[in-house]
């Protein structure tokens, strides 16, 4: 490699190394902070990121492959950069107070954050199948840290254990696949792999191999079969935490799935019937559990889960318009998710948990205006208009029906209505049940600008979806 | 640039509704809600003052860029069908605010903003010309629909909400699938009236046909997906009732008269004959349940029921004398229940019992209020120089012409709205005063005749001389019927 050559791969993954750089100086940054001045790590990242995603902004007016073909920086990496971006900057705003609460404000939480955003940057922009799985890694090992740090609970240990273990077991999936491939095509490389192979896509042994790339994949965002770690991980994991994971490690997960399944030699191989049946279970299971839940955390875990589904349906589209869906989707699914973790973060204060549904009885009494912030969020999960929920489920219906998926989007649907009862459960808890107790919620400065942004883009994108439509449009790659 | 007065009179109510967020005394509200509601219908009724009624083009038509990438645009416009319903919903707007004014007793604010959020995403879907909009209208009224009867509702509030909202919300989700395949179909537009010049392939428009017919029937109701109307209809307060009686039902119908009839004209008239059977089903059956009931919330849901089938049946007649009637009588029906609902409301408030049998002599304690009663149950079985006795011949003289098998279960229907209602009149007010005895019953005051007597008028108006109603429906309904069957003969 040139000097010229290692200086444009430099340059393409600069972001990354920003990222990485920030988290290396705050680690040491963190050893000198004094007690009661927690709040410079908050900026300090916070400063990181937006360095980050200022240098991304730079970088992003033209197509960027380095690092010999296993890494890109298109505009569809940008897009999803952005989405995380937005993940772990708000993670940030909501974490400072409910650190302090929870005892766990030492600059290694901050630091972890980073790292797993750097992770997830390599996901997205990564083009070989081992670049894919360094990011994976990079990502995955933080949050099963940050998963376990409530040291001094049980259900965090748990979970912790819990998620390192499955975590381990399909990563290891995800590698064996990864390694058959290599066997049959020659090349690890997603553009290499398609022009190696002659034989007939539907050759068993690739299909094995897909099939547990797929696994490995799948096991990430939540979907059924391998969604058993989803809610307990939510529920143990600090709340903060489990927003991050819903939203942030969910579009990574998305961003490889995308690059990966819609590469020409899977995409011929008929994997999306594989996918579709994925995406109607996921939905379903996620949609049909919800409905008994009583944990906000759980229930929004399984709400996730429904939610992955529905995206997959936007892969099995495939297709421009599908990827858009996609990218569309999670960018939707992120603010408004975030959304409603900052509600159950803020009513976290003293020694109130603020995690069971029945806690927010007549919180519409006392609190009008955060329970009309939830009601907005909570209807657009649900997908009502006109919300930017909607427009996200809308999109993506319309990029299966382009397809000729009519079936699948019926079934799609009618499922989304069965998910609509549990949101709307938690506003008539909400709305029409009396209070029972006075409400405290923690309050911070940064929990408002975190609400104000999250309602702003739910209700935003729902009525001027213009913009973001085509920013998702001309971010599929290729474009 | 044309004056945009459509967009006006539907964010109208929107800016009201910000206000009052801002508004701390709640007289203040309800004046300010009063004022915003009687604003809106001021300027519906400018609006059908410069109404052209000789012409079946839209009017008052708006068009903005709105989602390019995808067709969708923010387009307005309406003709005589649709401006006979903004009208209607203008009016009940603020005999809403006035028969909430002390109905309502917690939480007043938040209530007045829903009503007029409400009033606003119902204007919306009459005027809107593209199909994305219309449909974002359709659902976010569930939002503000559902708070209505969830909150401010009675006992078994909550149980009706939710039903109200999972039925009409899986209906309308596989509405919107056949929109978006009606928008693959139609030239990737959602422009209502591009689609509705398209010439769909049979089979396409059988399956939109039902599509389409799931949603529609879901909120008209018709039978057998109407069991969601009786629960929300009692548990709602007395605005949620008007409203869900005056014009959320008259969507459905709606539905099928903008999207059905012009743009699946050969899945219209293929399925018609079901079309009539189902409608006369709902005539019949819906009568007998009324006829049942002891509760008199209970007893005008039923019967509206029962009169929404006359609705589907004229239209689905096909011919003129059946669609003006139909249509007509969708307002009538707006007005009429809209009434009964009323007063069902007032005299809730007074005794707190809505059972029939509460009740007897009423007309010695309160004369005034069963002198309208007497009319508006006359209207509402359609007697002689009333509004839906204009309304009911045309339709059963459509019907009959369409298919004399339905026209016979239709007239039974109506000497069975007879049966009932009379039957609740006469216990209700007259016989012996057995609510004298242990309640203390007021006659109406100064507030609750401003909210009886425009609706009075009308039914008195429509029912002596419905020439100017018919006027501002005919060239449309006549254009809308030429559609029909110049594509529909195909068939």
Known sequence: MTAAALFQSALASLPEIVVITGACILLILGQLVRKGQEHFLVWASVAAVLIAALATLILSSEVRPAYTGMFIADRFAVFFKFVFYLATILTFLLSRKYADIEGIGSSEYYVLLLFSLSGMMIMASATDLLSIYVGLELMVLCTYVLTGFLRRERRSNEAALKYVILGAVSTGIFLYGVSLMYGLTGTTQLDGMAAAVTSDPLDPGLLLAVVFIVAGLVFKVGAVPFHMWVPDVYEGAPTTITAFMSVGPKAAGFAVILRVFLNPLVAASDVWIIVAVIAVVTMALGSFVALV??????????????????????????????????????????????????????????????EVIEDYSGFAKSRPGLALLMLLYLFSLAGIPPTAGFFAKFYVLVALVERGFVMLAVIAVLLSAVAAYFYIRIVMVIYMREPERTFDPALTPSVRATLAFTALGTIGIGLFPAWFLRLAQNSVFGG | MVFPLLSLIIFTPVAGAAVLMFLRSDDAVRWTALAVTILDLALCIAMLASFNTTTHEMQFTERRLWVPTLGITYALGIDGISALFVFLTALLGSICVLASWVAIDRKLKEFMVSLLTMQALMLGVFCALDLFLFYVFWEAMLIPMYLIIGVWGGEGRVYAAFKFFLYTLAGSLLFLIGVIVLYFNGGETFDILALTAQDLPFPVQSWLFFAFLIA??????????????????????????????????????????????????????????????????????????????????????????????????????????????????????????????????????????????????????????????????????????????????????????????????????????????????????????????????????????AAIVPLAVFVVWVGLYPKPFLNIIDVSVKHLLAQVHDKGSGQ
């Open chain 1, 293 to 354: 839940q009583d944990n906000f955390k759980r229930l929004l875990a399984y709400s996730s889960i429904a939610h992955a589904g529905f995206a997959l349906f936007g892969v099995v589209a495939g297709g421009a318009d599908g990827i858009a869906s996609v990218m569309l989707y999670l960018l939707i699914y992120s603010l408004m998710n975030l959304g409603i973790f900052a509600t159950v973060i803020m009513m976290r204060n003293g020694n109130f948990s603020g």
């Open chain 2, 216 to 449: 529609f029937a879901v909120k008209v109701p018709m039978v057998p997906v109407h069991t969601w109307l009786p629960d929300a209809h009692v548990q709602a307060p007395t605005a949620g009732s008007i409203i869900l009686a005056g014009v959320l039902l008259k969507m459905g119908a709606y539905g099928f008269l903008r999207f059905s009839l012009p743009m699946l004209p050969e899945a219209s008239v293929y399925y018609s004959t079901l079309m009539l059977s189902l409608s006369a089903l709902a005539i019949v059956y819906g009568g007998l349940l009324a006829l049942a009931q002891d509760d008199l919330k209970k007893l005008v849901a039923y019967s509206s029921i029962s009169h929404m089938g006359f609705v589907t049946l004229g239209i689905f007649a096909l011919n003129l004398r059946g669609l003006e009637g139909g249509i007509l009588q969708m307002f009538n029906h707006g007005v009429t229940t809209g009434a009964l609902f009323l007063f069902v409301g007032l005299i809730y408030e007074r005794t707190h019992t809505r059972s029939i049998a509460d009740y007897g002599g009423l007309m010695k304690a309160a004369p005034v209020y069963t002198a309208f009663l007497a009319l508006f149950t006359l209207s509402s079985m359609a007697l002689p120089g009333t509004n839906s006795f204009v309304g009911e011949l045309l339709v059963l003289s459509g019907g009959f012409a369409a298919n004399l098998a339905v026209g016979a279960p239709a007239v039974f229907g109506a000497l069975l709205g007879a049966a009932y209602l009379l039957g609740m009149y006469r216990k209700v007010a007259l016989g012996p005063a057995s609510v004298g005895a242990r309640f203390k019953i007021r006659d109406v005051n100064a507030r609750e005749m």
